[in-house]
């Protein structure tokens, strides 16, 4: 896997934005145009899942052109799990190793405090 530094990385162009953003766009060109005209609002809800679902794939094919055409894989490894495996499950639970302690002190306090209200 070759990676390259930002300095050399390829500039994205307009067409790839307008090719993600695409569907966004004519999503919200739609129902402004639905609810302007009073048409039926049925199709909204699809047609935004729709929208976001292009949004996603086109995403994800362009970081794939860029990787195969320029060799450009940053967009899938420009970042590392950490190596513990502690770290790596606070990481994923974004809890922390000790916010145990933490729950607990904030509930005596809020019991020190109980004749206050």
Do not use: C, K
């Amino acid at each position: 896997m070759t990676r390259t530094s930002t300095h050399s990385r390829p500039r994205t162009t307009g067409a790839e934005r307008l090719f993600v953003l695409g569907g966004l766009a004519l999503a919200a060109l739609y129902t402004a145009a639905s609810l302007v005209l009073g048409s039926g609002v049925e199709h909204i809800g699809p047609l935004w899942l729709a929208a976001v679902a292009w949004t996603v794939l086109a995403s994800l094919a362009g970081a794939l052109h860029r990787g195969i055409r320029h060799r450009d894989w940053s967009a899938f490894g420009d970042y590392e799990l950490p190596d513990s495996r502690d770290e790596h499950i606070d990481f994923t639970t974004r809890t922390g190793r000790y916010a145990y302690l933490r729950i607990q002190e904030e509930h005596e306090r809020l019991m020190r405090n109980d004749h206050l209200r």
